[in-house]
């Protein structure tokens, strides 16, 4: 019995997913994690340093990383990258300015080794805010289809806000890494 | 009685069997011995069974698995445009199988097939662009970028002044033709040259790759972001009551007075100096980048500082404010008055004053002593209210 084997042997029966969130400080990271977890969004102070939740979807157990994206503490990301199955990029799709930025930031992640074999769903959050760029334009500027052909990947247009979407990708994100590290049954 | 001692013995180990005891030797080697045969057994019984069973199941997903693929390469090879759904539904559904089945599946078997599951994807693919021709890409105009242009009409009229000559109204006479990308390129293009002198000089232009500029600009014009731009030494009054406004933005403006009355959902500042800025409620967040010797009167449910120098915040917010290379900024609760002002807190939740205005969290000082990139406004040089 190889060592990916017994890997997969656990993991089935765990039926757990490490799950992380990232991406630029103020696209929503913690306001979608405790909105999908049923919590109160009213007051979230930006994260300084990171949360986590266990959230029980379907039959799996996630446990949702989600990691604080001011500068500052960007460069401690790496330090979550480990075993993560699933990666969630989290974009404000009302600051224009910054898409710049949130592209760099992206691209330099998807570069990790350590993400390699991880599915990659992008929340195009705030769509709810007027004026808000549409999830063909953010997807266009972010050049996500020039992707790495071996990644798992989805945009779906998300609001935190309002809770639209979220299910969505999570579905979508469950599905995909259920299906990649054959726990399906 | 014997039994008795004999379990005794056993639970106490091997290594207390008193070896002065012949009998009892031989008695616990023949235990042993029998032990290890029926273990022996056990294992034989197994292993056999369960490959038996994983052989035959196997063989059973092979015939089934090759069934599901001809049957899929069929259809492929006679594919109109409307069954292309249905026919990635069933590799997908193949692809499951695939999955369900890796558990007892020979390595090799387990390759082949996920080989044979990704050849019907990619070719579905090449079928698919045959078949359907490819969408052209082409921005969509935003439908609130129709009501946008009233916005500038109803705000005060110092307002259309203001802008008449400005950004703003230049963005909106550009949209009114559906811009495609292409389209949208050219037209900053223009843009560029005509307001050369406003655009070029700001550092991080240059920084950037020319066409990223163009990007953004050309998103920039496609969404008509509500603000002011580019302004020096002017008074900047907009009124967006009983409006849906999206952001609002306020970059590169220089000893200007602004006053936002009204709620709008988030606030965007980038690089002010020497700017007195008050706003109303903000029913999400406002981030602000780069600003130096400015007053701020803001209440939002978040507030983010970065790389602001020497600046007095008023605030009303529902978290901890936080800033990030910032130095000599001062803290003080909310002053602004206007016309509404309590209804429109109330609207967006701020009605309550929580004192989290003091409560800042440094980023750039994560110590238990007190930041010495920030301090509370003393009272004494607080101003006492604003009215707009």
């Known amino acids: ?151 798992h990947w989805k945009i779906v247009g998300c609001s935190a806000y309002t809770g639209e979407g979220l299910l969505e990708g999570f579905d979508w994100l469950v599905q995909d890494v259920a299906s990649r590290i054959y726990m399906l049954d | 009685m014997e039994d008795h001692s004999e379990g005794e013995m056993q639970r106490q180990g091997p290594s207390s069997i008193p070896s002065s005891d012949p009998s009892m030797k031989l008695l616990s080697n023949k235990k042993h011995q029998a032990l290890l045969q029926r273990l022996s057994q056990k294992t034989a019984t197994s292993s056999s069974s369960s490959s038996s069973s994983s052989v035959t199941a196997a063989a059973t997903f092979l015939s089934q698995f090759t069934s599901l693929k001809s049957a899929i390469e069929s259809q492929l090879s006679s594919a109109a445009p409307e069954d292309l759904s249905s026919i990635s539904v069933s590799i997908s559904s193949l692809e499951n199988l695939v999955a369900e089945n890796s558990y007892h599946l020979p390595a090799y078997d387990l390759r082949a097939c996920l080989k044979a599951v990704s050849e019907l994807k990619s070719s579905l693919q090449t079928v698919s662009s045959e078949v359907v021709p490819k969408k052209k890409f082409s921005f969509r105009r935003n439908k609130q970028s129709l009501s946008k242009p009233d916005c500038t009409d109803v705000g005060v009229k110092t307002v259309q002044a203001l802008t008449s000559d400005g950004q703003y109204s230049q963005a909106s006479e550009k949209s009114e033709s559906n811009i495609t990308l292409n389209g949208g390129m050219q037209c900053v293009d223009q843009n560029l040259d005509n307001s050369s002198s406003a655009e070029i000089p700001f550092a991080q232009c240059k920084t950037k790759g020319n066409e990223d500029v163009k990007l953004e600009e050309s998103l920039v014009r496609n969404n008509e972001q509500l603000g002011f731009r580019n302004r020096k030494g002017e008074l900047l009054v907009m009124n967006v009551k009983d409006q849906e406004v999206g952001e609002f933005t306020m970059r590169d403006l220089e000893s200007c007075e602004v006053r936002l009355i009204g709620s709008v959902r988030t606030i965007f500042v980038h690089r002010l100096r020497d700017c007195k800025v008050y706003t109303g409620p903000v029913m999400g967040s406002i981030l602000i980048e780069e600003a130096e010797g400015c007053t701020f009167i803001f209440a939002a449910h978040q507030i983010r500082i970065h790389g602001v120098r020497s600046s007095d915040f008023y605030l009303r917010v529902r978290s901890k404010p936080i800033i990030e290379d910032c130095t000599g900024v001062r803290f003080a609760p909310y002053c602004l008055r206007y016309d509404g002002v309590d209804d429109d807190l109330k609207e967006a939740g701020l009605s309550k004053e929580t004192g989290s205005w003091a409560m800042v969290d440094d980023f750039k000082w994560l110590r238990a002593v007190q930041s010495p990139n920030w301090s509370v406004l003393p009272e004494n040089q607080r101003i006492e209210s604003i009215d707009a």
């Open chain 1, 1 to 151: 019995m190889g060592l990916l084997s017994i890997i997969r042997k656990i993991k089935k029966k765990e039926k757990e997913m490490r799950i992380l969130m990232v991406g630029l400080d103020n696209s929503g990271k913690t306001t979608i994690v405790l909105k999908i977890n049923g919590e109160d969004t009213s007051v979230i102070s930006p994260t300084l340093g990171f949360n986590i939740r266990t959230v029980v979807y379907q039959k799996y157990t996630l446990n949702i990383w989600d990691v604080g994206g001011q500068k500052t503490i960007r460069s401690y990301w790496r330090n979550y990258f480990e075993q993560t199955d699933g990666l969630v990029w989290v974009v404000d799709s009302s600051d224009v300015r910054r898409l710049e930025d949130c592209k760099i930031e992206l691209e330099n992640l998807l570069k990790e080794e350590r993400l390699s074999g991880a599915s990659l769903l992008v929340f195009a959050n705030k769509q709810d805010i007027k004026g808000a760029l549409s999830v063909a334009e953010i997807s266009k500027v972010l050049n996500l289809e020039a992707m790495d052909k071996t990644r």
